[in-house]
Structure formats: structure tokens, C-alpha cells
């Protein structure tokens, strides 16, 4: 079993919907949660992290964990066609800088 | 410009050529790691190194080798490459200090072995 699972899609969706992506993961020692953006022929980059459970906003995105279940999800608002990318979900344990990814999920966000 | 720069961005060569992808942040960062990415694998750990002369094994190391003589380098070396290893490879690195600690990725490097 993968430490962290993710289904890799892709979801179509049209602008403007709301998104919702999640991944579950194994291993219960991870407090650390992020969700990365990548963008086709690019690096990921950070776009949101949490720490232990609970909930956070930046603008259209909301991240969410909860450690009773071991779920991770990552709500976008509004969704716009400049949101088509790759999302990975990722999580560390506390001390470690070693990160373990799902496979990432494609999104399509169409005009 | 905080970045992790690699170099080659595409490389196509032939099993058995020894290569270097060389990678190199300018944000003083002590950790420092190397990613394979592979559909349907994700992304997974080569290598990492915690600070200068200090490296350690990740989730796939058989076929590579690394080094950190510097603190901002860190390059990554294939001996006698493999069609195997054809694959996108990206360079990280974060300040490593415990808490929230953003890694920052390099922009990838695309590997054909022939």
C-alpha cells in the first residue's frame, strides 16, 4: 500500500465549478500536509499547507485534513481554466524533511 | 530570483554513457533532494542530502550517485545509465528547519536512455 493515495484522474470540469481533490494517506505519524500545483513541462510548486487537522483558505482554495480518517482535500472555487495543472498532494512526518507524494490528479477546467 | 536551476533540461543518450544533471539553488538552503517522476509513480525520492558532505538514500537510489561538496550544488550522477531510468527528474530544496519548510523545485529534467 502506497503511504499516500491519490487518484490521478483526469477530472474534466466546466469554468466556474467547484473542485474538490483528495487523497488518504497511511502513515499516522504525518502532521504536515501540502498540496502542490504543476503545471505541464514545470517543477511543482507549493500552493497550500496544513498543519495536524483542520482547515485553511487562501482566496478560491481551501485545504483540509482530517487525521481521524487520514483524508486530505483540496477545494477549489470558481474554478478557472488557468487551474488546469497536475495537484499533488504530499505529507511529512515532523522533524523529517523527506516528503511523500500521490501520484497527482489532472485537472481540466474548460472554458 | 529565489531558484533551483538544473541543467541539461532534455537529455536523450545511450545505456551505459555515464551523465551528470547538475542542480543549484541560490537560497543558502541545507537540504537538498532528488526526485524521479513517473506516470502512475508520482514523484519519488532519489537522493537527499541534510547539509554539505552529509547524504542519504531515498526510495530509489539503485543506479544513482550523488554528491555535495558545495552547499548550493547538487549534482546527479548516473554511472552507466539504464533505459530504466528514462524518466523526469527534479531537484528540490528547503531551508530544513523543522516546521512548515516549503521545497522548492527545480524546473525538471527529461531523460531518454536509449
Known amino acids: 500500500q502506497k503511504e499516500v493515495e491519490q487518484d490521478p484522474g483526469p477530472l474534466s470540469v466546466p469554468e466556474g465549478a467547484i473542485v474538490s481533490l483528495n487523497c488518504t494517506y497511511s502513515n499516522s505519524a504525518f502532521q504536515y500536509f501540502m498540496w502542490y500545483r504543476q503545471y505541464s513541462r514545470k517543477g511543482p510548486e507549493l500552493l497550500m499547507y496544513t498543519y495536524s487537522s483542520g482547515n485553511k483558505e487562501d482566496g478560491r482554495f481551501t485545504a483540509q485534513v482530517d487525521k481521524s480518517s487520514k483524508y486530505i482535500s483540496l477545494f477549489i472555487r470558481d474554478s478557472q481554466p488557468s487551474d488546469s495543472a497536475t495537484y499533488l498532494c504530499?505529507?511529512?512526518?515532523?522533524?523529517?524533511?523527506?516528503?511523500?507524494f500521490g501520484t497527482g490528479t489532472r485537472l481540466l477546467v474548460s472554458p | 530570483e529565489a531558484q533551483v536551476t538544473q541543467n541539461p533540461r532534455y537529455l536523450i543518450t545511450v545505456t551505459g554513457k555515464k551523465l551528470t544533471v547538475t542542480c543549484s539553488q541560490n537560497m543558502n538552503h541545507e537540504y537538498m533532494s532528488w526526485y524521479r517522476q513517473d506516470p502512475g509513480l508520482g514523484l519519488r525520492q532519489i537522493y537527499y542530502s541534510m547539509n554539505v558532505e552529509v547524504t542519504d538514500k531515498g526510495d530509489v537510489p539503485e543506479g544513482y550517485k550523488v554528491s555535495r561538496k558545495e552547499k548550493r550544488n547538487f549534482p546527479l550522477i548516473l554511472e552507466s545509465p539504464s533505459p530504466n531510468q528514462t524518466s523526469l527528474y527534479f531537484c528540490?530544496?528547503?531551508?530544513?528547519?523543522?516546521?512548515?519548510?516549503?521545497?522548492?523545485f527545480g524546473p525538471g529534467t527529461r531523460l531518454t536512455v536509449l
Open positions: 504530499a505529507s511529512r512526518d515532523t522533524g523529517f524533511q523527506k516528503l511523500v
Open positions: 528540490a530544496s528547503s531551508s530544513g528547519t523543522s516546521g512548515i519548510d516549503t521545497q522548492y
